[in-house]
């Protein structure tokens, strides 16, 4: 069950308030850490990969006074820390140094109550599977 009391998550040492419900924050890695290479007398070997890209998507409610805060950082276009911990603890789940908005946040007005959708990518993340968020 999703709850977002149970972590945090800031960008550039500013944490995100008003998560929308459902997937508030999603992280994926697009390659593989290791692929395996069998030859043909099949001998084999891992070979892992250096590529640690991810991209980060924070689904924030339009009212939220962090799209304020994080929109004059993306003004900025630096790379800045992205960390998500789990609030029962003092573990970080993820982490990623460079962290930078890959394209500006979708905007819509509606009925329902309307979304903005953060996407960033990191060079590098690092991601900790330490229980259930």
């Given at each position: 069950?999703?709850d977002?009391s149970?972590?945090?998550?800031?960008?550039?040492?500013?944490?995100?308030k008003?998560?929308?419900d459902?997937?508030?924050i999603?992280?994926?890695?697009p390659?593989d850490?290791?692929t395996?290479?069998?030859?043909?007398?099949?001998?084999?070997?891992?070979i892992q990969?250096?590529?640690?890209r991810c991209?980060?998507?924070?689904?924030?409610?339009?009212?939220?006074?962090?799209?304020?805060?994080?929109?004059?950082?993306?003004?900025?276009?630096?790379?800045?820390?992205?960390?998500?911990?789990?609030?029962?603890?003092?573990?970080a789940?993820?982490?990623?140094?460079?962290?930078?908005?890959?394209k500006?946040?979708?905007?819509?007005?509606?009925?329902?109550?309307?979304?903005?959708?953060?996407?960033?990518?990191?060079?590098?993340?690092r991601?900790?599977?330490?229980?259930?968020v």
């Amino acid at each position: 069950m999703y709850d977002s009391s149970k972590f945090s998550f800031s960008w550039g040492g500013i944490s995100a308030k008003g998560f929308q419900d459902g997937d508030g924050i999603s992280i994926e890695f697009p390659n593989d850490e290791a692929t395996s290479y069998v030859g043909v007398r099949g001998e084999g070997a891992n070979i892992q990969s250096p590529d640690k890209r991810c991209t980060i998507t924070v689904t924030l409610q339009a009212v939220s006074p962090t799209n304020a805060a994080w929109s004059a950082l993306r003004e900025l276009g630096s790379e800045l820390p992205a960390i998500m911990r789990d609030r029962s603890s003092a573990a970080a789940v993820f982490f990623a140094q460079k962290a930078m908005v890959t394209k500006t946040p979708n905007g819509a007005r509606g009925r329902e109550m309307p979304v903005v959708e953060w996407v960033f990518t990191a060079p590098e993340g690092r991601l900790e599977h330490i229980g259930e968020v």
